[in-house]
């Protein structure tokens, strides 16, 4: 007579109990023995609705959970930057040194300014 196995389902008539399948096994068990598995979703932790067993039963990974940034700090007030682009102006030249230069005769650069100084314009 064939007979269903009944895992780690511990079969009391005196007492019984509901029984519970793992959604990660398979293996039937005590459905008070199974737990919710749990993961991070933002902030906090998100039940993604499995009943798993101790076995089965994984830890909520903290990679998943967000970093919380601290706020910007406060800008300070009449800063005055310096003006880096002319000083960081790259022109473009040949292996023996001399600046590329246009049929107009200005200079060729890399990142272009905004501000043109008028000695180069």
Request: aromatic fraction near 8%.
């Given at each position: 007579?064939p007979?269903?196995?009944h895992?780690?389902y511990k079969v009391?008539a005196?007492a ?8 990660r096994?398979?293996?039937?068990y005590?459905?008070?023995e ?30 998943l ?7 910007d ?23 023996d ?18 501000d ?6």
């Open positions: 007579m007979w269903r196995p895992g780690h009391n005196a019984p109990t509901a029984r519970g399948i793992c959604d096994c398979g293996f039937a005590q459905l008070s199974l737990t919710w598995q749990v993961q991070w979703a933002g902030p906090k932790l998100q039940n993604i609705r499995l009943l798993v067993c101790f076995k089965c039963y994984d830890i909520p990974n903290p990679q959970k967000p970093r919380i940034l601290p706020p700090p406060m800008p300070r007030m009449n800063a005055r930057p310096e003006n880096l682009t002319y000083e960081s102006t790259s022109y473009l030249a040949t292996q040194g001399d600046e590329i230069v246009t049929q107009d005769g200005l200079n060729v650069i890399t990142q272009p300014t905004l043109i100084p008028d000695d180069i314009a």
